[in-house]
T-cell receptor, first 115, second 113 residues
Framework: GAVVSQHPSWVICKSGTSVKIECRSL??????MFWYRQFPKQSLMLMAT?????????EQGVEKDKFLINHASLTLSTLTVTSAHPEDSSFYICSAIRGVNTEAFFGQGTRLTVV | DQQVKQNSPSLSVQEGRISILNCDYTNSMFDYFLWYKKYPAEGPTFLIS?????DKNEDGRFTVFLNKSAKHLSLHIVPSQPGDSAVYFCAASENFGNEKLTFGTGTRLTIIP
């Protein structure tokens, strides 16, 4: 299967700082990338859909000014958690697809801890 | 509102026996269902899917059954192998595709040698 790499795998940051998470499709061009968040004992929740070269579409309840998504190329999307707070501590995971109705490939996820 | 539910957080099955993982959904607009397998420190990997026009899809040891009237699907693994030990997520979408997926909370399957 195709490879999606997410970096970093884990990060600890101080409250009030910003953290950037990268999602790369290593062996294919991703027309669309998705960002999910998973709190303990809960399901993966879609945060936003990101298409290359256009603004991300955010799900209801997700603050677009707090979770900045940039999809500058067909192989890279970044999620920046701005002014992080402890309640933002979660597992963030991205996925990428080659095109409409194609299989989604997931990154390994990033564990964010805000202290 | 949890639209996709996996009510069993964990399941233990003897090696060689059948593993049955269950998933229920509430959104009648869902028309495509997927199962993902996840090992620790890795992202979910696609296992098998089924569209709402079918009631069964089989791929090797894995079979997914869909009961639309009950809004229920299940994943059968037979025979179960130790390498099947992982967390299994059920997911659903509204557009016969892999775009906006709604996930269940996962079931941790442990295969006992």
């Amino acid at each position: 299967g195709a490879v999606v790499s997410q970096h970093p795998s884990w990060v600890i940051c101080k409250s009030g700082t910003s953290v950037k998470i990268e999602c790369r499709s290593l062996d294919f061009q991703a027309t669309t990338m998705f960002w999910y968040r998973q709190f303990p004992k809960q399901s993966l929740m879609l945060m936003a859909t990101s298409n290359e070269g256009s603004k991300a579409t955010y799900e209801q309840g997700v603050e677009k000014d707090k979770f900045l998504i940039n999809h500058a190329s067909l192989t890279l999307s970044t999620l920046t958690v701005t002014s992080a707070h402890p309640e933002d501590s979660s597992f963030y995971i991205c996925s990428a697809i080659r095109g409409v109705n194609t299989e989604a490939f997931f990154g390994q996820g990033t564990r964010l801890t805000v202290v | 509102d949890q639209q996709v539910k996996q009510n069993s957080p964990s399941l233990s099955v003897q090696e060689g026996r059948i593993s049955i993982l269950n998933c229920d959904y509430t959104n009648s607009m869902f028309d495509y269902f997927l199962w993902y397998k996840k090992y620790p420190a890795e992202g979910p990997t696609f296992l098998i899917s089924i569209s709402s026009i079918k009631d069964k899809n089989e791929d090797g040891r894995f079979t997914v059954f869909l009961n639309k009237s009950a809004k229920h699907l299940s994943l059968h693994i037979v025979p179960s192998q130790p390498g099947d030990s992982a967390v299994y997520f059920c997911a659903a979408s509204e557009n016969f595709g892999n775009e906006k997926l709604t996930f269940g909370t996962g079931t941790r399957l442990t295969i006992i040698p």
